[in-house]
Nanobody
Framework: QVQLVESGGGLVQPGGSLRLSCAAS????????IGWYRQALGKEREWVAA???????IYADSVKGRFTVSRENAKNTIYLQMNSLRSEDTAVYYCNKYPPWNSWGQGTQVTVSS
């Protein structure tokens, strides 16, 4: 099983931007669809966005038009560009297969606050 490691989180003001990275230990082509997920404190983990092997993307309604998922196959890395961030985007963000494996990485914390 390919291991996925998230990075790039941090503290940002409302309206700001962040880019998250998801680095794979092996080839991304072993996974048909990769998703980004998030879990806010006290809430269930939710799906945010996904990208297929050939670059097709889908988004949850809550982030559509603000977030962009992309992939760089040469670096075995998936990105999540997050713009116009809101306080409700505060969460730990994870990448995983879509639908997800049972095991999850440590994620990366995104905090949107003034």
């Amino acid at each position: 099983q390919v291991q996925l490691v998230e990075s790039g989180g941090g503290l940002v003001q409302p309206g700001g931007s962040l880019r998250l990275s998801c680095a794979a230990s092996g080839s991304l082509f072993s996974i048909n669809v990769i998703g980004w997920y998030r879990q806010a404190l006290g809430k269930e983990r939710e799906w945010v966005a996904a990208i297929t092997m050939d670059g097709k993307t889908i988004y949850a309604d809550s982030v559509k038009g603000r977030f962009t998922v992309s992939r760089e196959n040469a670096k075995n890395t998936i990105y999540l560009q997050m713009n116009s961030l809101r306080s409700e985007d505060t969460a730990v963000y994870y990448c995983n297969k879509y639908p997800p494996w049972n095991s999850w990485g440590q994620g990366t914390q995104v905090t949107v606050s003034s």
